[in-house]
């Protein structure tokens, strides 16, 4: 379920209309209802504002975990800004990165297994040298 799905599921489920959130948010019933449809970008302080209405903290609002959150800040003295990125892009990085991880294991258990073979086979040539 994407963000804008949450928010109106919890909306309804409380017994909100949109209106009301709307009036709380302090914008047009219809800039919300751009929200509910997923026909805007929302910030994370907007977020937060619909989850303060809500009365539910704001991961409850952010899909679950095949998607995440990056935050990223840059500042000045003067300036600051942040961007949020999210989407499935890094779990399956995450992914290839373990199966990479897990094929590495793989081989370095082969590896100690024909190095254990070797010394086996040394120790046999060394008995019938000695």
């Known amino acids: 379920m994407l963000v804008f ?5 919890i909306r309804e489920t409380k017994g909100f209309t949109q209106e009301e959130i709307a009036n709380a948010l302090e ?4 800039g919300y209802s751009k929200i509910e449809r997923g026909e805007t970008r929302i910030s994370i302080d907007r977020l937060q504002q619909i ?3 809500l009365e ?5 609002l952010i899909p679950n975990k095949e998607h995440n959150i990056i935050y990223e800040l840059n ?4 300036n600051f800004q942040g961007n949020y990125y999210s ?7 995450i992914e290839k990165l373990q199966l990479i991880i897990a094929h590495k294991d ?7 297994d024909e190095l254990k073979t070797l010394k086996g086979i040394l120790a046999l040539l060394q008995e019938k040298l000695a």
Do not use: H, M, R
Request: net charge negative.
């Open 27 to 30: 914008i047009s019933p219809s």
């Open 106 to 112: 793989e081989l370095l258990a082969q590896k100690d």
């Open 5 to 9: 799905e949450k928010i109106k599921d």
């Open 51 to 53: 989850a303060d209405i």
């Open 87 to 93: 989407g499935d892009k890094s779990q399956a990085e």
């Open 75 to 78: 500042g000045g003295y003067n």
């Open 56 to 60: 539910v903290n704001i991961f409850d």
